[in-house]
C-alpha cells in the first residue's frame, strides 16, 4: 500500500530532545514534549528548545488541562502537574482505591473531566481507563483491556477512542451522561504494529501513529483505514508514538520520535480538531461535571 503522503513532506521542527514520547501545545502556540530522563520541554515557534523542569523519571503523555496547566504521566510518579514557572506537583498516584502501575496518556474534555489511561504491565491484560473530575477524584471507568494507550475525544465529547496498543487495534467508547464509559467497541483493527498515539482532525478522521512500524494511519468517519505516512528508514518517522496539531492555521501536525530526539512536523491541508485548552479563548466557561 502506498502512503498518502512521501515522506519527504516531512521536516525536522525541533532536535536535540532525549527520545520525546509525547507533545502538547499550549494557548499561546508553544510546543511541549517530554525527556526519557524527566525532562519538560518548552519549545518556541522556531524550533528553539527550553527546559522548564526535569521529574527525574521517563515522561509520557502530556496533555494542558482548562487553565492550561501541563498534566504529565509519569509511571515512576503517578500523574503530575507542571506551571508554567516549571514548578512540579504530584497530581495523583490512585484513581479511587486503584493504583496506577503505568499512567500512559490523558486528554481533558471541555467541563475539565481528565481521561487518563493506565497501561498496566505488558501483556498482562490489566489496563484501565480511568477518569478524574475537576477537583481532583478519580475513577476506574473501563477494563481491565491490554495494554491501554493513546486518547482521542470526539468534538461533541461523545466519543472517546483508545488505543490498545498489544492487540493493534483502536477501541471506541461511548460516554455517558454520569460520566462513565460504556462498554467498548473495536473502531480499527490492524493498525500498524504497537499503534501508540491518536489525534483528530476537524473533519473527524482520526490518525493513528504507530510505534513499531514507523508509520501514521488514518481512518476515515466511515471507518476507512489508509496508510497516511510511513518512513522505510526511521529518520523522520523513528517510532513515533504521539502527534498534535499546531501551527498558525492550526493545520500542521507534528510528532514526536521516541526512538530519535526530534520532533517532525508536515502540512495537512485540513485544520486539526482544537483540544480543551485550546477552545477557551479569553474567559472560561467549561459546562458543569455531570458528576
Not at 511541549?32 to 528553539?48: F, L, M, N, S, T
Not at 474534555?109 to 481528565?114: E, I, K, L, V
Not at 520532533?263 to 467549561?286: E, F, H, S, Y
Amino acid at each position: 500500500m502506498e502512503p498518502e503522503i512521501p515522506i519527504e513532506s516531512f521536516k525536522i521542527f525541533a532536535t536535540g530532545l532525549d527520545h520525546p514520547e509525547c507533545l502538547a501545545f499550549d494557548r499561546q502556540g508553544f510546543l511541549w514534549a517530554g525527556g526519557e530522563a524527566g525532562q519538560i520541554y518548552r519549545i518556541d515557534p522556531e524550533g528553539k528548545l527550553t527546559t522548564v523542569a526535569n521529574l527525574g523519571a521517563f515522561c509520557g503523555g502530556l496533555a494542558f488541562s482548562l487553565l492550561d496547566v501541563l498534566f504529565v504521566c509519569c509511571p515512576a510518579l503517578g500523574v503530575v502537574k507542571v506551571d508554567g514557572s516549571g514548578e512540579v506537583s504530584v497530581f495523583a498516584t490512585h484513581a479511587g482505591e486503584h493504583k496506577m502501575i503505568c499512567p500512559n496518556y490523558g486528554v481533558f474534555d471541555s467541563a475539565g473531566n481528565y481521561y487518563v489511561t493506565d497501561s498496566g504491565n505488558w501483556r498482562k491484560n490489566n489496563g484501565y481507563l480511568l477518569r478524574f473530575t475537576p477537583d481532583g477524584k478519580g475513577r476506574v471507568i473501563g477494563g481491565p483491556f491490554g495494554y491501554a494507550n493513546g486518547l482521542a475525544l470526539s468534538v461533541d465529547e461523545n466519543f472517546l477512542f483508545m488505543v490498545e496498543s498489544n492487540t493493534n487495534r483502536v477501541l471506541r467508547f461511548e460516554l455517558k451522561p454520569d460520566g462513565l464509559a460504556g462498554e467498548p467497541e473495536v473502531y480499527a483493527e490492524e493498525c500498524g504494529r504497537f499503534p501508540d498515539g491518536l489525534t483528530l482532525d476537524a473533519e473527524g478522521n482520526l490518525y493513528v501513529s504507530c510505534y513499531a512500524s514507523d508509520d501514521i494511519h488514518r481512518i476515515t468517519p466511515m471507518r476507512e483505514k489508509t496508510l497516511f505516512a510511513w518512513d522505510p528508514f526511521a529518520i523522520l518517522l523513528g517510532s513515533p508514538t504521539n502527534m498534535a496539531f499546531g501551527g498558525p492555521d492550526f493545520d500542521v501536525l507534528y510528532v514526536a520520535n521516541l526512538a530519535r530526539t526530534t520532533i517532525t512536523r508536515v502540512p495537512m491541508g485540513r485544520q486539526g480538531q482544537l483540544l480543551a485548552n485550546q477552545r477557551v479563548k479569553t474567559k472560561l466557561r467549561p459546562r458543569p461535571s455531570p458528576i
